[in-house]
């Protein structure tokens, strides 16, 4: 795996980071301490990641657990700017990458189809990270059910989010403003990507997914790569160990009231649930027609009815 750290889309499924060519130091002057909440949290991440759709389960674990002590700011970190700029001897085309997805998902337990790369391969990851700019500036709310709508597209169903047709999808799917994001995404919303560019440079970010856990003093500390939950939940505490942990109500209902769609190890994660026992308990809400279901090559996506 060491030549794969090169390259961006072969992610270090040890260290759990996708990686891109080395930027400058951080800029200590740049503020991102805490706004609202005790604690802010500071997300780079990209839609096409597989160690940040790796980590999908602990972050929403935290959201629950911790939700009231932090808030979180999504920002892109292009991690595939075209494969015209890419000079790794190890990757010659995106078929390299199928592989590795696959080892990816397994290592993780988070369905991921790496076809994508073979049967309608994405020439750049800029196009879904510049929609998203776009799909913020109609709410966070509905920013991140778009991310997470591509996310599933992608990792799932095999479709490329670089095509304008599966982002407008994507985007009406979870209620924007269709006029307004085709607007915003050839305006703003590039210009948004641009200053989350310039913002992974001045903070030294390398790859991801990389988090920053800032409180209202400025005080910091950084999570890199895919890592065990108690990893984000330190990180929280440290800063603001006040915080005290609310109980998971694990009644399907209620999950799935959070999270409309789920997969089984994310459902497993936020349940205390093993693998097998999640996928039965999963199975017979579905056989009674409570929840609905996605089957992808690799895995499930379990969805409210």
């Not at 709508?149 to 982002?167: P, T």
Request: proline share 4%.
């Amino acid at each position: 795996m060491n030549e794969e750290k090169n390259n961006a889309l072969f992610c270090d499924i040890e260290t759990g980071i996708c990686e891109v060519p080395e930027t400058q130091s951080i800029n200590e002057a740049t503020d991102i301490s805490s706004k609202i909440k005790p604690v802010h949290v500071l997300y780079f991440t990209d839609p096409i990641c597989s160690s940040c759709w790796g980590i999908e389960p602990q972050l929403r674990k935290l959201k629950l657990e911790y939700g009231e002590y932090f808030d979180i700011e999504y920002r892109m970190g292009g991690l595939l700017a075209g494969w015209n700029t890419y000079g790794g001897s190890d990757v010659s085309n995106p078929k390299d990458v199928a592989v590795h997805w696959e080892e990816a998902g397994a290592h993780y337990e988070m369905p991921i189809d790496g076809d994508v790369w073979i049967e309608d391969p994405l020439s750049s990851s800029y196009p879904p990270s510049i929609a998203f700019k776009a799909a913020q500036l109609q709410g966070n709310d509905k920013a991140l059910d778009f991310l997470r709508r591509i996310k599933e597209m992608i990792f799932l169903e095999k479709k490329n989010i670089e095509k304008w047709e599966n982002l407008e999808a994507a985007a009406s799917q979870v209620g924007l403003d269709l006029e307004q994001f085709k607007v915003d995404f050839e305006g703003r919303g590039k210009e948004m990507f641009d200053q989350d560019l310039v913002l992974k440079g001045q903070l030294g970010v390398r790859g991801f997914p990389t988090i920053f856990f800032t409180d209202e003093d400025d005080n910091r500390f950084k999570v890199y790569g895919s890592k065990p939950y108690e990893s984000y939940e330190q990180a929280l505490l440290k800063l603001y160990p006040e915080a005290v942990k609310q109980a998971i109500d694990t009644d399907f209902e209620n999950i799935f009231s959070h999270y409309p769609t789920l997969t089984s190890k994310e459902f497993g994660v936020l349940t205390s649930r093993s693998k097998d026992e999640t996928e039965e308990f999963l199975n017979e809400l579905y056989k009674q027609n409570k929840i609905g279901k996605y089957v992808s090559k690799n895995g499930v996506l379990w969805t409210v009815s």
